[in-house]
């Protein structure tokens, strides 16, 4: 079995008790441009795995430190997250027309959405989700299969899990 047919593996034990899924004949989403919503959220978290830290200090020709000083926090319990901005708590990277100014590099969480655990676990964690974002069910959405969902899941569960330095 492959890496990532563990990872699907298991969080379809995860989701048991929801026939493995209600997503697993796909979802009609698409990520429109210029929206921004999902970023606009003041006092969202945006949690960073080692990788999402180092691509994105690479592509800023910064140092990992230097650039998880200028541009991160942790959690209580030591976690990096990417910083907010002081005046709206909305992320940093967020551009005045609503676009992502890191969007090549963006961390894994940002691309997993809107894929996410807690917004997947119920019928009713979705449609308040459907309520954020304008891409689910958008006229012009493709199919998102089954498997493509599960590997989002596992993208943000890592990205949720983060890392700390030590």
């Not at 047919?5 to 969080?11: D, L, P, T, Y």
């Not at 000083?69 to 005046?87: A, I, M, N, Q, W």
């Not at 676990?121 to 958008?138: L, Q």
Request: with cysteine; aromatic share 10%; proline share 4%.
């Amino acid at each position: 079995m492959t890496s990532a047919k563990h990872k699907m593996a298991r969080w379809k034990r995860m989701f048991s008790d929801r026939d493995d899924g209600w997503w697993n004949d796909g979802v009609n989403f698409i990520c429109l441009p210029e929206c921004g919503r999902c970023c606009d959220e003041p006092g969202g978290i945006v949690y960073l795995s080692q990788e999402d830290a180092t691509r994105i200090a690479v592509h800023f020709d910064m140092e990992l430190k230097e650039w998880l000083t200028k541009y991160c926090r942790t959690t209580h319990d030591g976690r990096f997250v990417l910083e907010s901005k002081p005046e709206d708590g909305r992320c940093i990277y967020l551009t005045a027309d609503k676009t992502c100014s890191i969007y090549e590099v963006k961390p894994s969480q940002c691309s997993a959405f809107p894929f996410w655990r807690e917004n997947l676990v119920s019928d009713r964690a979705w449609e308040k989700t459907k309520r954020i974002c304008p891409g689910i069910d958008h006229p012009e959405a493709i199919v998102i299969n089954g498997d493509t969902i599960w590997l989002k899941l596992e993208e943000d569960r890592l990205a949720e899990e983060g890392f700390r330095m030590v």
